[in-house]
């Protein structure tokens, strides 16, 4: 069977876009071609992924499978892409009726930039978000470009099923990645510290941590079924000379909402510096 799908660089958040997906039939494991960049590092990967999906190193001969592919997932760090365009020009492409379509997760790296170096592609930026592995992401489209509409329809069929989709100019995709992209990591550092202080409070780490998962569930939800504001919510809770009032002057005595401000601007500069 003839791959449909080339994935150049099988990590993380590569598996977290194609294991839903497979999951649901999208694609069947046999469609699909990933390529890594070292031989040593196939069997772990081949250890996280659906039997069928066929993984194979860069310097590999049959990774021309993958740049044969109607479509191409371009997921390696943004500091690879001068090894991936030199793999690129080094494959010969059968000829297919119309350009082949090349989705790019790479940080910072521009449409102008990816059509240059990928010329023989119609380009797309996209920055999709961990939570897509459940079903629960967010993705951001650029495309730059006029699309045919079938060529569109595939990169929905991609990302709908396992994300809500934003499409934004250009422009605005440094700033959607420093939030949407990077921020579950900042959720997840937040929820590691919230369960370490209720451990150290007395509770146990296995309630500490459960309840500290719903807790933001429960706190997510109510501020989007309502509508309110964060400072709105917020004041809903701190009661006059309360516990909660003492605990958010802690915070903002260690500088806490300042932090968030600034590691969201810092990640949104160091995208546009690795383009």
Same mark, same amino acid.
């Given at each position: 069977?003839?791959?449909? !799908?080339?994935? /150049?660089?099988?990590?993380? =958040?590569?598996? $977290? /876009?194609?294991?839903?997906?497979?999951?649901?039939?999208?694609?069947?494991?046999?469609?699909?071609?990933?390529?890594?960049?070292?031989?040593? &590092?196939?069997?772990?990967?081949? +250890?996280?992924?659906?039997?069928?999906? +066929?993984?194979?190193?860069?310097?590999?001969?049959?990774?021309?499978?993958?740049?044969?592919?109607?479509?191409?997932?371009?997921?390696?760090?943004?500091?690879?892409?001068?090894?991936?365009?030199?793999?690129?020009? $080094?494959?010969?492409?059968?000829?297919?009726?119309?350009?082949?379509?090349?989705?790019?997760?790479? #940080?910072?790296? +521009?449409?102008?930039?990816?059509?240059? &170096?990928?010329?023989?592609? /119609?380009?797309?930026?996209?920055?999709?978000?961990?939570?897509?592995?459940?079903?629960?992401?967010?993705?951001?489209?650029?495309?730059?470009?006029? =699309?045919?509409?079938?060529?569109?329809?595939?990169?929905?069929?991609?990302?709908?099923?396992?994300?809500?989709?934003?499409?934004?100019?250009?422009?605005?995709?440094?700033?959607?990645?420093?939030? &949407?992209?990077?921020?579950?990591?900042?959720?997840?550092? =937040? =929820?590691?510290? !919230?369960?370490?202080?209720?451990?150290?409070?007395?509770?146990?780490?296995? !309630?500490?941590?459960?309840?500290?998962? +719903?807790?933001? !569930?429960? &706190?997510?939800?109510?501020?989007?079924?309502?509508?309110?504001?964060?400072?709105?919510?917020?004041?809903?809770?701190?009661?006059?000379?309360?516990?909660? /009032?003492? $605990?958010?002057?802690?915070?903002?005595? #260690?500088?806490?909402?300042?932090?968030?401000?600034?590691?969201?601007?810092?990640?949104?500069?160091?995208?546009?510096?690795?383009?």
């Amino acid at each position: 069977m003839n791959p449909s !799908l080339g994935i /150049i660089g099988l990590g993380q =958040m590569a598996q $977290a /876009i194609l294991l839903p997906l497979i999951e649901d039939g999208r694609f069947l494991p046999e469609e699909v071609i990933g390529v890594v960049g070292k031989k040593q &590092t196939i069997k772990n990967v081949l +250890k996280q992924i659906p039997d069928g999906i +066929k993984v194979v190193s860069a310097a590999d001969p049959t990774a021309q499978e993958a740049w044969s592919a109607p479509v191409q997932l371009l997921a390696v760090k943004p500091q690879q892409l001068f090894n991936v365009e030199a793999d690129a020009k $080094a494959f010969k492409f059968p000829k297919l009726k119309s350009k082949r379509l090349l989705i790019s997760i790479l #940080a910072g790296v +521009k449409l102008h930039r990816l059509a240059k &170096t990928f010329p023989q592609h /119609i380009c797309i930026r996209s920055v999709p978000n961990t939570p897509v592995l459940v079903r629960s992401g967010l993705t951001g489209l650029s495309y730059g470009q006029e =699309m045919p509409e079938d060529q569109r329809q595939v990169v929905e069929n991609i990302f709908k099923p396992i994300s809500e989709v934003f499409e934004l100019p250009e422009s605005l995709l440094d700033a959607f990645l420093a939030l &949407t992209s990077s921020g579950p990591a900042y959720v997840a550092l =937040m =929820m590691e510290g !919230l369960a370490d202080g209720a451990v150290a409070a007395g509770l146990p780490r296995i !309630l500490a941590s459960e309840l500290t998962n +719903k807790t933001l !569930l429960g &706190t997510a939800l109510l501020q989007k079924k309502k509508n309110f504001h964060p400072g709105q919510l917020k004041d809903m809770i701190a009661s006059p000379g309360g516990t909660t /009032i003492t $605990a958010l002057r802690h915070l903002e005595m #260690a500088g806490f909402r300042s932090a968030l401000i600034e590691a969201v601007v810092a990640a949104a500069q160091r995208s546009r510096e690795l383009g």
